[in-house]
C-alpha cells in the first residue's frame, strides 16, 4: 500500500505505486488491507489503489488511521474508506478462516503494529518496519510477547530487511536523546533540528527536551506541523501551553530560549531547511553562532544534497551536527544482531525476507540461517513472483505477475509509461532540435526557410555558424531528392534526422534528439 | 588541473574543468605546472587548458608524465608538453625566485608527490593527495620527512580534505591486502574484483597475491588495461611471464584458476563489470560459485547504481565481498587523525584547507587549529577568491575571479552554459510539447489544422483526447484573436503558451515545455 519516491532513472515522476493489476482480478478474494504503521512507504498509494481492490475494511490503530484521514482529504474521488481501529493486543477476524493478531513492535512512529495472521495452514508472521529498543543497562524491551508468538507456532516470519547488512544491534532511542540533549544545552544561541517529519516518537522527545531547557519551539514546513497535529491531537506530543510557538514568533525571543523544528534533513529543494539556507525563508535567517542539528541519516541518492546543506550552514557561520559525527540518528530498522534475536524467539519454520534490495533480502536469508532456520526454508522472492502456501509447503510457483512501476505524475496513474521516461533521459542527455520544412504539396520545393527550434543541445543564439550549416543542408539535400511530384514525409524526415544528426555528431560529439516535421502547403 | 564528474545538476555534460580566465590574462607569469600524481581529477584538464595558459614546463614524476602523455593522444590540437620529469627528492628552480622541492607522500598511485614551494616570502607547502603508511605494529612511515620539511619553516600547508570528517586514521593497505588474500583463499570458483583502475599500488599487491595463490589474471575494461600497461612499463606492476592472461583465455584454465580484474565498480553503465552482469560480456558469464570483490568505495552519488550490482550478482548466484563488510579498501585521503599528525610535524603558520567541500574543509581547520595553528591563521578560501601571501601574512583579498564551472561535452568546452542546463532539467522533469501554427501571413487565419508534437511528456498517441482538446482551443484562440490584418507571432505564442499551458496543468497538474512556432505563409 506503499509509495517509493522517484530514482534517476525516473525524472520528473512525483512517485511510484505498485502494480495491482493481478490483485484487481481478484479483489472478490480480499478480506482486508492491514496497515502496519502510517509511514508513506506503507500507506501512501492507498487512494490510488483502494477502488480498484473493492475497497475492502482497512485495519490501523489510530495514528495511522488519523493520517490516512488527512491523506484522503487530497484525494475527493477515492472511495470512502472502512477503517477498523485495532489496538496492540488486539485480535480480529479478517474472513470466515483468517484471525489477526495485532501486537507492537518499536519503531520510529507510534503504534506500529506487526501482525500475526492465524489460518487454516498456520500462523504468518509480518513484523512490519521493526526495530528494538534497549533499556539503559543495554537490554532489549519486550522480547516476552515475541517469545509468545514463537510458542503459538511460525509458518512463516517475514521480515524487514532494510538495515540486514548492517551488523550489531540497534542504537538505542535513549543514546540519540542523551546526545541531543548535550548538543542542546552546549548551545548558546537558537537551535534548529532538521528531522523527518514522520520520526513522531523522537519528535516528541525532543519537545520535552526544549522544555526542560526552558526553549520554546517552533514548527517548520507543512509536513511538520500537520504531523505534529496529529500526534497532539492523539497524546503522542505532550507540549506544555505555551511551549509551541509559530516561527513569526521566534524574534519575540531571545536566542536561548528557541528552538525551531523543521522538515528538509534530506536537502529537499522545497522544504523549510532549504528555504532558510537559501534566505527565502520570512522569519528564520541564519546567524553566526546558531547550531543546525541533523537528526537523520542520509537516504540513498542524497548525498550530495545533504552535503549542499551541510557546506551552506556552516558557510553562514552556523554550528552544524549531524549523524555521521555522533550518535544523534538512529535508524527505525533492526540490524543483523535485532534481526536474528527474534527470528531465535519466533522459530518460524519458513522465513521470507521483505523490504530492501535483493542484497539485504540476501543477507537477511543468511542471518536467518544462522539463527536455526534450515537452509532450504528461506524464501528469497522478487516483485511478481507468487507463492503458494500449505501445511507444509511455501511453493515459489512459475506464475509471473505484473509488478513494473505505475507511475504517478501529477493527476495521471500510470500514463508515465517507459517510453515517456526514455525520452526524459535523452531529452536531459542531449537536448533536442526541431527542424520545421514548410513544402510545396505538390511540387516538394521549401516554401521558406527552415525554421529550427532547440533547447538543451547548446545555445543556439550563439552558435549561428551552426544554424546555417544545418539549413544549407538541409536545402541542398531538398534539391538533391530525385524528381518527385508528392512529398513523402517519411522519407524526408528520415532523411534529415540522419542527415543532420551525422553532421552535429561530427561537429560536437553530441546526438540531440531530432524531431523533423514536415508541413504541406 | 583536474576535471570534476558531472552532477545531478549537470545532466548529459561529459564532465567539468577550471575555469582558467583570469589565469590566461596573467599567463607570462605562470612560470611552471606541478603535478602531484596521474589521477584525472588532477590532471584531467591538462589539453583543455594548456595553450590557455602559455603551454608552461610541466613537472611530473615518471608515471603521472607517461597517463598524461597517453591522454595527449586523445586531443591532436593541443600543444605538445615541455614535461620535466622529477622523481621525490629532486629541488627544482622553477623560476627566479621559486624553488621546487619534491617529497613523496603515499596514495593509491605509485610516485605521488607533495611539493614545497620556496619563495622569498616562505616557504608554500602542498601536500596533494594523501594518507599515511603504516607497518604491521601499527607505526606510520615516514614521518621524518615530513619533519624535515618542518624544520625547514613552513609558511602556508595546504592539506586535502577529502576524508578531514572521518576520524582516526588510515586503514593499512596491508590490512586491506591481508583481507583480501584470506578472501581470495576461500573462493573456490572463479574470482572477480572490481576497483578502480587507478588504485595501481593495490592492483599490483592483487597480482601479487594471485601469483602466489596460482592464478592467471585476466584484464577486463579499458582503462583497466591500458593503466596496467603503463604501469608495467615502469616496473610498478610486476607480472610474471604468464600471469597476465586474455579474457578470451579465461575459459581456458579450471575456475579456481582465475581471476578476472575488472573497472565497473561504481556500476558505471558502459564498464566492464556492468557488461558482465548485464550478460552482455562475450566471455565472462556470471555462474553460481563465482565471488566478486568490490574493493573500492562508493563515490557519493552512485549509491543506487552500487546497489544494483549488488543485488544483480548476488541474483545470479554470485558471492559478494564489498567494503561496507570487511575492509577490502582503504582511502587514499588522510582522516582526521593522520591529518593532525602531520601539521604538529610541519608546523606551518598558515593553514588552507584544499580539496573536498566547504563542510569538509572547515573540518579540517578545525583539525588544524587542535593540532597547533593558530585560531586566526586558517584560511579557509571557496573558488574564485584570491589571496595575497607577504612574509607575515596571507591575506584573502576582495578581488573575486571567475570560478563557475567550464563544461565539457563531446567536443564542446564552455559552450553548455546554465541556461542549456536548465533546459535539460526542464526537459527531464517535464518534456515538451511542440505547437506549429501555419498561418495566412495576410488573412491571420490558420492554413491547416495546428501540427503537435510532444517527447517526455505524455505518451500521445494514448492520449488522443488531449491533442483534440488542445487544437479546439488553439481554433477557439485564433477565432477570437480581434481581427488583424498581420499575424504577431509573438503575440500569438505567448497565447499559446500561457492557454495550452493553463489547460495542460489543470488537465495534468504537469508543466511541458512550451514551444510554439508560428509558419507565415
Known sequence: MGLQFPEEETPGIDY???????????K??????????GHYDHIGALPHVLARLGNPPIYATSITKAIIE?????FPNAPKMNIQLVKNGDEMKLSNNITALFFGVPHTIPETTGVMLKTPIGNIVHFADFRLDYDDEGNPHGLEEFEKLGKMGVHTFMVDSTAAERPGHSVSEKTVEKNLEEIFRAAEGRIAVATFSSLITRIAEIIKIAEKLGRKVALNGYSMKTNIQIAQGLGFVKAKEGTLISVEEINNYKDDKVMI??????????AGLMKIINGEHRSIKIKPGDTFVLSSSVIPGNERSVQTVKDNLARQGAVVYHSGLVDIHSSGHAPKGDIGLVIKLLKPKFLMPVHGYYFMRAANGQTARESGVLKDNVRLMDNGQVAELTKDEFKITKEEVPAYYVMVDGLGVGDVEEVVLRDRRALAAEGMLVIILTVDRDKGRLLKNPDIISRGFIYLKDNQEILDEIRKRIRGLMTRIPNFKEVEPDYVKTLLRDQVGQYLYTKTKRRPMILPVVIEI
Do not use: C, F, M
Open 70 to 74: 488527512k491523506r484522503a482529504d487530497d
Open 28 to 37: 472478490q478474494n480480499i478480506a482486508a488491507i492491514v496497515l502496519t504503521h
Open 261 to 270: 523544528l523543521t522538515t528538509g534533513a534530506q536537502g529537499e529543494s522545497n
Open 16 to 26: 511510484i505505486i505498485p502494480n495491482v493489476d493481478y490483485l484487481e482480478k481478484k
